[in-house]
């Protein structure tokens, strides 16, 4: 399958979702990326997953994914690792815009941003990163596929986790510290 086509598979249930859970532990979730730094993440993933080079037809697919963030009926609540915004993906230019985007997401009422501070007291242990699209449907991205998790038991499981992901994580004046704290280090390299 393409990248492109890979996108657009998630529009679906982009479209359909009201509430978002996310929960990555070392990059920014596609519906938070900047086209640079899907540019980069895409084609690290075209290299090395050796399908076609399709990129520059899938960064603008899933750079169309964002319209959904717009939408008043819908709520974003992610959690990331520290180490998510300190991951290079392109270039420190590219990285001071990404970490830039997320500073700006941070203040739309639709969306909690909580980072989980690497010296930061632990509720639960790091996993893969997972995403929960309202209360039906959980999808799992590994290196070697994409699982999606539809039977409700399993399902309880994540929401159990992504509380407790919750409760590790820091909000508002405090994760923008640690993403200015990021942002710096990117641009004193």
Request: glycine share 6%; hydrophobic share 40%; with cysteine.
């Amino acid at each position: 399958m393409s990248l492109k086509r890979s996108q657009q598979a998630r529009h679906a249930l982009d479209e359909q979702c009201r509430l978002f859970r996310i929960y990555e532990s070392g990059s920014i979730p596609g519906l938070f990326q900047t086209a640079a730094y899907a540019t980069a993440v895409i084609g690290t993933a075209i290299e090395f997953n050796g399908v076609r080079n399709d990129l520059d037809d899938a960064v603008p697919t899933r750079m169309q994914r964002q319209q959904y963030l717009y939408s008043a009926n819908r709520r974003y609540l992610v959690v990331l690792e520290e180490q998510a915004p300190r991951t290079r993906a392109g270039t420190a230019e590219t990285m001071c815009g990404q970490l830039d985007r997320l500073l700006v997401l941070m203040s739309s009422h639709r969306i909690s941003l909580g980072i989980i501070p690497a010296m930061g007291e632990r509720r639960i242990w790091v996993s893969a990163g997972f995403w929960i699209f309202d209360q039906g449907t959980v999808r799992v991205e590994t290196p070697s596929a994409e699982l999606t998790i539809t039977q409700r038991g399993e399902i309880a499981v994540y929401e159990k986790r992504f509380a407790r992901l919750q409760e590790s994580a820091v909000y508002g004046d405090a994760a923008r510290a640690l993403i200015r704290g990021a942002e710096a280090d990117f641009r004193d390299s």
